[in-house]
């Protein structure tokens, strides 16, 4: 009966490791990670342990989530481009995709940009395998079919599912830092025509404007984190003060400047 139970912890116990070293959200970050704060020693991160390993199987789940919902929206948005087909003899895309985000943003919740990089994601079956968060998977879904074979090929699955997205957003841009808001920019799929090509015009509307711009806001407020907990001590030094005033100064010449747009806009419709 001894010898019976030895056997049966041995075997399980082989495949707990088995299911370790095949999982990579279950796997000893201090195998992989070299810290450097003493509170972070080896023999200290083995004690951390069972939180890392929750987190991380909470980041899977989230992933997972994230790409089940890229996939739904997707198939949602199939559904609203075959009855504009139906009802519409003109402006099929135009109709369709502005239903599907008003519904997207009233029922779920989800903002016209952040539906946009879901859809944007879905129609690509190499980032979808990939199972990141949306964030990650947006960046990813940003490259071209033959730059994006080229950056798996040195970023695989593994490896990015250790990344951090900040991580992976400077890998992206390195692999394709000339064409980042181009061909691979899909956030233009809300803008294809009844025949399933992307319109001129919607594709230079995503690349000049709304593209260009939520990229940049990405850009910013990881900067500003960045900035944020480099100064929670000590002050600011000169070069951040002089940084900070030249953004105020331009914050409030621009608010001026559309304030004064929104009032020109006003007395040509006869509002004032």
């Not at 951390?48 to 789940?61: A, F, V």
């Not at 841009?173 to 061909?183: A, D, E, I, V, Y």
Request: aromatic residues 6%; proline residues 3%.
């Amino acid at each position: 009966m001894h010898k019976h139970s030895h056997g049966l912890k041995s075997r399980s116990s082989t495949k707990s490791a088995q299911t370790k070293k095949s999982n990579p959200f279950l796997r000893a970050p201090v195998k992989a990670i070299q810290f450097e704060h003493e509170l972070l020693a080896p023999v200290l991160i083995k004690k951390y342990q069972p939180r890392l390993d929750l987190i991380e199987n909470i980041l899977k789940s989230q992933a997972s989530q994230d790409t089940r919902l890229a996939k739904g929206l997707n198939k949602l948005l199939g559904e609203i481009r075959n009855q504009a087909h139906k009802k519409f003899a003109r402006n099929l895309d135009q109709r369709a995709n502005k239903a599907f985000l008003e519904l997207s943003q009233k029922q779920f919740g989800i903002q016209p940009t952040r539906a946009t990089e879901y859809i944007k994601v879905a129609e690509s079956k190499k980032v979808v395998a990939l199972c990141l968060p949306i964030s990650a998977s947006a960046e990813i879904a940003r490259l071209s079919d033959k730059v994006l074979t080229q950056f798996l090929a040195a970023y695989p699955k593994t490896k990015l599912k250790k990344m951090s997205y900040r991580e992976i957003k400077v890998a992206v841009r390195g692999s394709n830092p000339k064409k980042r808001n181009t061909k691979s920019a899909k956030v233009g799929t809300l803008g294809y025509s009844s025949k399933g090509k992307l319109s001129q015009k919607s594709a230079k509307v995503f690349s000049t404007a709304a593209d260009r711009k939520t990229a940049a806001a990405a850009d910013l407020k990881v900067a500003f984190h960045s900035f944020k907990s480099a100064n929670t001590k000590g002050g600011l030094d000169k070069d951040s003060l002089k940084l900070l005033k030249e953004m105020s100064a331009w914050i409030g010449k621009t608010l001026k400047a559309t304030a004064q747009k929104a009032v020109a806009v006003k007395v040509r419709k006869g509002g004032v």
